[in-house]
């Protein structure tokens, strides 16, 4: 689950981790009243710049238009009519982009380097990755890609635990002087502290920047937390924003089917996860694009497959299905069963390719050539993947 950068850095301030003062804006109305009465706009020790940044679930924001710096207060209602509403468009976003809800109006910090410090679960090792570079304010992925030596990765025993050793050693990498060593070794205690205790998969720090008052500040913060864990953290369940998130999707949650759209128009329902990228593999290899991914389980029933169906023909570009099943758990005829009364139910109006293996697998794919619906059978994976992209080409 992603969470917004302002909440991201309110549970920041909760395991002291340095973050700039801000204040949430969701209407042009509420910005009147917050001029007037934040002391983030008041007072004599108010800051001479403030960053007005849109809220989103999504990278390179201030490509997009998304993050304006105001120098005087005059500005700052003009920036928030001017983001809030707007569709933000960025290489996370797909070209649909994000509509703007909310705005984030945070102190501005005197900046003399930026930095990039993140947080990941290294599922090869088994073990939290630590991620720091020296190019800040960048796309990680672009430095990955085109300066590797500017990254350093360092994995955390999780028997040992952090030890400041950890810390030094990435601050001897990115090169910050010597009276901030103590600062930023805390910091870095702190992050992997808030990574264990909340559960998160993800930490972004983008950047965190060196001030000219030598203080370190996560100027940014991108968090997503591990949705098998939020049984156990309420607090953060709570801070689910819905409208960040594809409506299939969250429909998709309720029935626990792992669904996700993506920009094809061949729908996949497949059981278990490796089989499901595999499938999306074979389609592409085939000459088609997959328009999703969907694994419906190892016990998937005929309520499940008919949810499956639903959720996939919400989806307007799809025009083909392509069902792969591994009769393994539940029996292959139960499967061909569960497909026939569902596609009957949902009316499935689009070429519909049905491919069966495991446990009774022959009697299956019998009960599906002998439904009278427009069912095509495959036994083979590829078979299967050109029989779906030929139809929706239009082809035989």
């Known amino acids: 689950m992603n969470i917004h950068e302002y909440q991201a850095k309110e549970l920041f301030k909760e395991f002291g981790i340095p973050v700039p003062n801000g204040i949430l804006v969701e209407s042009k109305e509420a910005i009147s009243s917050a001029l007037s009465s934040s002391g983030l706009f008041t007072g004599e020790n108010r800051p001479s710049v403030w960053a007005v940044k849109a809220q989103i679930h999504a990278g390179g924001r201030g490509k997009a238009g998304g993050v304006k710096i105001a120098r005087k207060i005059g500005e700052i209602p003009g920036f928030v009519e001017t983001l809030l509403g707007k569709v933000l468009v960025t290489h996370q976003t797909g070209p ?21 410090l993140g947080a990941v679960v290294d599922r090869s090792q088994r073990r939290i990755t630590l991620i720091a570079s020296t190019e800040g304010g960048m796309e990680i992925e672009e430095v990955a890609e085109n300066r590797p030596e500017k990254i350093l990765h360092l994995s955390i025993d999780p028997a040992e635990g952090y030890s400041p050793y950890i810390g030094r050693r990435l601050f001897g990498f990115l090169g910050l002087p010597f009276p901030v060593q103590s600062q930023f070794v805390n910091l870095v205690r702190d992050l992997v502290d808030f990574f264990v205790r909340k559960d998160a998969s993800l930490i972004e720090v983008n950047p965190l920047v060196l001030t000219k008052e030598n203080t370190l500040v996560a100027l940014d913060a991108k968090v997503a937390f591990d949705d098998n864990a939020l049984g156990r953290h309420p607090e953060i369940r709570s801070l689910r924003d819905p409208s960040e998130e594809n409506e299939l999707e969250i429909e998709a949650s309720k029935y626990n089917l792992n669904y996700v759209k993506l920009d094809g128009n061949i729908a996949c329902m497949v059981n278990g996860a490796g089989l499901a990228m ?50 393994g758990i539940v029996r292959c005829e139960r499967i061909a069963g569960g497909i026939i009364a569902a596609a009957k139910d949902v009316k ?9 293996q495991g446990t009774n697998a022959k009697e299956g794919r019998e009960m599906l050539k002998d439904s009278g619906l427009d069912i095509q059978v495959a036994e083979e994976l590829f078979e299967g993947a050109e029989k779906i992209v030929l139809s929706v080409k239009g082809g035989k």
Do not use: C
């Open 96 to 116: 649909e982009g994000r509509v703007v809800q909310k705005i984030w109006i945070e102190e501005g910090s005197n900046i003399a380097k930026e930095f990039y």
């Open 348 to 356: 499935v109006t689009v070429p519909l390719v049905v491919r069966l």
């Open 278 to 327: 595999a499938t999306m593999d074979v389609i592409a290899l085939a000459g088609g694009s997959p328009a999703n991914f969907l694994d419906v389980g190892g016990g998937a029933s005929q309520e499940t497959v008919e949810q499956a169906f639903r959720i996939i023909l919400g989806d307007p570009h799809v025009k083909g299905i392509f069902v792969n099943i591994f009769g």
